[in-house]
């Protein structure tokens, strides 16, 4: 053999011999730690969620409520599917004639929920109407849709999807993702290169967005990775330019870019988030342990797991892969005559659009659709008794399911309390100059749905909470890390000034990136009866004319029923300034007027790009802050249904350019929360929660005050609690 075919033997034996030990310990890494059972928190496995080889990982799973969830039945028709349902369904699907030779990914198994009128002439002890699941599955490069019918076992529906966009990640499709780069040399040089252990490695799967041709036509992950070493907070610690895009159905390495070589990784120190890594004591006075007492127990009923009974209010509520929770047939109780009135028959997270706003190589991609690509209820881990909710909550599981079909539990991942917070539902005093002696004071106590979904780096935090006087206020918070850059700088005395760092020096070699988030609601309102109509009641200035007045100018509000829909895309504006309510032309209050909802922005912020912007095309809900469409089954998800690598072709966007009629017709209405977030040092190493909300309120639906009579706080009624360990 000659010297050079020898050496060119001894280079590749030399390279496998790489890839083989690189496999091997990463596998060896995920046997021998104590690993998350998949079989309970397989999502949670997956995602944009971490997936690392050693473990730093902390669960808690005390349960606060225990339910059987293998014996459970459906009591009423909006009850998600059951385990036995589930089970059902596969076994339906494994026998589907063009599953049977090869049955593909299940992304998407949960109820098709039945046609509204089923639903709403249903009465609690009628049977159920037809029980059928919706599935969206993916083999050989097509998304199926289908519907499975559990009374007849017949596949009742089976699409091929046409448009562009595929289904949500499955923890296989993640686990090829992240395990695809260890086989790839040029990957593991690039690691060592960069000063990293492999054992030191942790990896997320990124969405890659739609920037057109070039990517389309198959299923790919971007890979970006992140030093461990010394913190649980990796993500304060980017292996900086290094991005590694996989096939995920050739399970093969497509590209792998490495832009940052020279960009040290930020160190470890101070990135640690946990209690555990805490070693000063907070610099500030303490604060004595505090707690909301219920001595006679909370008083909401919860029936049949499912439906929710609270003072004047009734709702249904169920946990959701992709929405994280839908709250539906909401109906509160008129305080004159006691019957209970519909307001909204359906409300669910839609759609949450997070742009990242750095154009460069590593960053440009980053324009995530976190509901469609990674789901809010799948990244939703279980919920931390008595501090993501207080004590006397009501934890509410989710039966979710595998890419192989099997339903799995995600313990606790909604909770349900009484909030009191201090605040007054109504007062008044009078001056006992004008002889009366008049304090009259109502609290306010509130009741709270919540969850958390912990998608990747970022925490969501989604509140529904119903007040007594008929208010629905809507409540995102936002928490956990930001998504950082690795920067040569470590103060902001060596950054050129005319150099556009694309955000925040954050701490030593760490950049906090700009960008938003936008979430967008579904909310089909149905007040007092599905044919509603959308009235924009505008603000405008009056010229008194000369004489009339000592005034020059009032303001007036005048009503305009709005037609069709492209006169509902709402775009908010603080000096043209309107209303916007639901109102129900059919029902009159005592005095005439429509009884009605309006929708009460909070603080918010509206998309910036470029409307031709690939993101902005995908997430072309953000163009408007209100929409309002009439009801179509089939529009429930503002990104659209195939949200991963989707163009954006089938949109809230798209649909609401059709100017459909809306007046007097079943509508839906849909709200974008925005926040523009600039980082700042205070991000760091964890975000304090930032808040916005936006309220449902009703207005001329109650004849009066709904909460006139309530009681006050009487000294007497309340408890004198002593701490736990007094007692
Ligand atoms: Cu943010």
Not at 705 to 710: Q, T, V, W
Request: proline share 8%.
């Amino acid at each position: 053999m000659e010297v050079a075919s020898f050496q060119r033997l001894c280079y590749l034996l030399l390279i496998g011999l790489v890839i083989l030990v690189s496999i091997r310990s990463w596998f060896l890494h995920v046997e021998e730690t104590n690993f998350i059972d998949c079989s309970i928190y397989s999502p949670w496995c997956t995602f944009k969620n971490r997936f690392q080889a050693t473990s730093n990982i902390f669960l808690d799973t005390q349960r606060p409520t225990s339910r059987d969830h293998q014996t459970h039945h459906p009591h009423h028709p909006l009850d998600p599917l059951t385990i036995q349902e589930i089970n059902k369904a596969l076994s339906i699907l494994q026998s589907h004639p063009p599953f049977i030779s090869s049955f593909p990914a299940i992304h998407s198994l949960v109820l098709e929920e039945p046609h509204k009128p089923q639903v709403l002439n249903w009465k609690k002890g009628d049977p159920l109407p037809p029980r059928a699941a919706s599935v969206i599955a993916f083999s050989q490069g097509h998304s199926h849709i289908l519907s499975v019918d559990l009374n007849t076992a017949q596949v009742t529906l089976h699409e091929i999807n046409e448009g562009s966009g595929y289904p949500i990640l499955t923890r296989d499709d993640v686990a090829v993702a992240l395990s695809t780069p260890f086989a790839d040399a040029e990957f593991n040089r690039t690691i060592l290169a960069r000063g990293v252990e492999l054992a030191d490695l942790t990896c997320v799967p990124l969405a890659p967005g739609w920037y057109g041709a070039k990517e389309e036509g198959r299923r790919l992950v971007k890979v970006q990775c992140f030093s461990n070493r010394g913190t649980a907070n990796y993500y304060m610690r980017p292996i900086e330019g290094l991005t590694v895009t996989v096939d995920v159905d050739q399970k093969k390495v497509v590209h792998l870019s490495n832009t940052g070589s020279d960009i040290p990784i930020p160190k470890a120190q101070n990135t640690d988030y946990r209690q555990v890594a805490q070693n000063d004591p907070p610099q500030m006075l303490p604060i004595n342990p505090i707690s909301m007492e219920q001595p006679k127990g909370p008083s909401f009923q919860v029936e049949n797991g499912h439906l929710i009974k609270w003072a004047n209010w009734e709702f249904h509520l169920k946990p959701d892969p992709r929405a994280g929770v839908v709250v539906s047939r909401a109906m509160v109780r008129d305080s004159e005559t006691g019957r209970m009135r519909s307001v909204m028959y359906k409300g669910m997270a839609s759609e949450l659009f997070v742009p990242y706003m750095d154009p460069t190589e590593g960053w440009y991609f980053k324009t995530y659709l976190d509901a469609g690509e990674y789901g809010m209820g799948l990244t939703a881990l279980p919920l931390d008794p008595l501090n993501d909710c207080p004590r006397y909550s009501y934890y509410m599981d989710a039966v979710f399911v595998a890419a192989d079909g099997s339903p799995y539990v995600r313990p606790n991942m909604v909770c349900v309390f009484e909030r009191y917070a201090g605040e007054i539902g109504w007062r008044h005093a009078e001056s006992p100059i004008w002889g009366k002696k008049i304090r009259e004071v109502r609290p306010k106590v509130t009741l709270v749905v919540r969850m958390a979904a912990s998608v990747g780096n970022y925490d969501y935090i989604i509140d529904w909470e119903f007040q007594t006087d008929g208010l629905i206020r809507i409540k995102v918070g936002l928490s956990g890390m930001l998504l950082v850059k690795g920067t040569p700088y470590k103060n902001m005395n060596q950054v050129p000034k005319e150099e556009d760092m694309y955000g925040t020096l954050v701490s030593e070699n760490v950049i906090g990136v700009i960008h938003d988030h936008f979430i967008n609601f579904y909310l089909d309102m149905d007040i007092d009866d599905s044919n509603n109509s959308f009235v924009k009641v505008h603000l405008t200035k009056v010229d008194t004319s000369p004489g009339e007045s000592p005034r020059k100018s009032y303001m007036s509000a005048k009503r305009q029923v709005v037609k069709t829909e492209k006169d509902a895309q709402i775009k908010l504006k603080l000096y043209d300034p309107s209303e916007f309510h639901v109102i129900n032309p059919s029902r009159r209050s005592i005095v005439g007027n429509p009884s009605g909802y309006k929708v009460v922005p909070g603080g918010t912020a509206a998309s910036l790009l470029d409307h031709n912007d690939p993101p902005q095309l995908r997430s072309a809900f953000t163009n408007n802050q209100i929409w309002v469409t009439p009801y179509n089954r089939s529009e429930e998800w503002a990104g659209g249904l195939f949200a991963f690598q989707s163009k954006g072709e089938n949109t809230l966007g798209v649909w609401s350019d059709r100017d459909r009629p809306i007046e007097n017709k079943d509508i839906v209405l849909w709200y974008t929360m925005g926040f523009h977030h600039v980082p700042c040092q205070e991000d760091f190493p964890i975000m304090p929660t930032v808040i916005s909300s936006f309220d449902l309120k009703p207005v001329n639906f109650f004849d009066r005050n709904p909460i006139l009579r309530a009681s006050p706080n009487v000294e007497k009624d309340l408890p004198i609690c002593r701490p736990a360990s007094a007692a």
